[in-house]
């Protein structure tokens, strides 16, 4: 199995900057993409982007321009960053990895980021 413990949540400002971590650990040795979900109060869960191990990166069209998804392979951690935050952004955000060798997806807990105007 893969756990994922993401950080960098909580309160912040509107306009204010956002960075997440996800750090895996467990059965990584194959993890393929990684990737970072929000899901908002009455939403869904959405797919904000993902990444390769490889560093192709993809982006949900609404969240494009915003986010930016970044990797370090050598320390099986994934990163979310924005800047201008909006209530909008309001949510719960999730990491998940994929990892065929270890059966499939992974998520993590799930971090609260609250943006207040």
């Known amino acids: 199995h893969v756990q994922l413990v993401e950080s960098g949540g909580g309160t912040v400002q509107a306009g204010g900057s956002l960075r997440l971590s996800c750090a895996a650990s467990g059965h990584t040795i194959c993890i393929s993409a990684m990737g970072w979900y929000r899901q908002a109060p009455g939403n869904e869960r959405e797919l904000v982007a993902a990444?390769?191990?490889?560093?192709?990166?993809v982006y949900a069209e609404s969240m494009k321009g915003g986010f930016t998804i970044s990797r370090d392979n050598a320390k099986n951690t994934v990163y979310l960053g924005k800047n201008s935050l909006n209530p909008e952004d309001t949510a719960v955000y999730y990491c998940?990895?994929?990892?065929?060798?270890?059966?499939?997806?992974?998520w993590g807990q799930g971090t609260q980021v609250t943006v207040s105007s």
């Open positions: 998940n990895a994929e990892s065929a060798c270890a059966g499939g997806d992974f």
């Open positions: 990444i390769s191990n490889n560093g192709t990166t």
